[in-house]
């Protein structure tokens, strides 16, 4: 079965840095679009940034953009988020997902979360 592990999550600075990872295997990802989402204490969970992992096509929140860089690796079958300019209202725990178009788009898959705490 398809599994999710993230992983890079700590505590850092505002202003600073981290590199998310998500190691995916059990499947073929070739078609899906593999995702990032966070939920922070309170609130609900929220779309982060999200790649197309056969042509790379990549959006984000707008709360993300010009901060936060996904990518994917496709000999490693993992995906990253790269978050800079860190601010304390981005600290959550992160999650990757995983969209298999051929079942309907759902998010059917996900990891375990990252928590990533951003002090001030």
């Known amino acids: 079965q398809v599994q999710l592990a993230e992983s890079g999550g700590g505590l850092v600075q505002a202003g600073g840095s981290l590199r998310l990872s998500c190691a995916a295997s059990?499947?073929?990802?070739?078609?899906?679009?593999m995702g990032w989402f966070r939920q922070a204490p309170g609130k609900e969970r929220e779309f982060v940034a999200l790649?197309?992992?056969?042509?790379?096509?990549?959006d984000y929140a707008d709360s993300v953009k010009g901060r936060f860089t996904i990518s994917r690796d496709n000999a490693k079958n993992t995906v990253y988020l790269q978050m800079n300019s860190l601010k304390p209202e981005d600290t959550a725990v992160y999650y990757c997902?995983?969209?298999?178009?051929?079942?309907?788009?759902?998010?059917?898959?996900w990891g375990q979360g990252t928590q990533v705490t951003v002090s001030s």
């Open positions: 997902a995983a969209n298999d178009p051929g079942r309907g788009g759902a998010w059917h898959y």
């Open positions: 059990g499947g073929t990802f070739s078609t899906y679009v």
């Open positions: 790649l197309s992992w056969r042509r790379g096509d990549t």
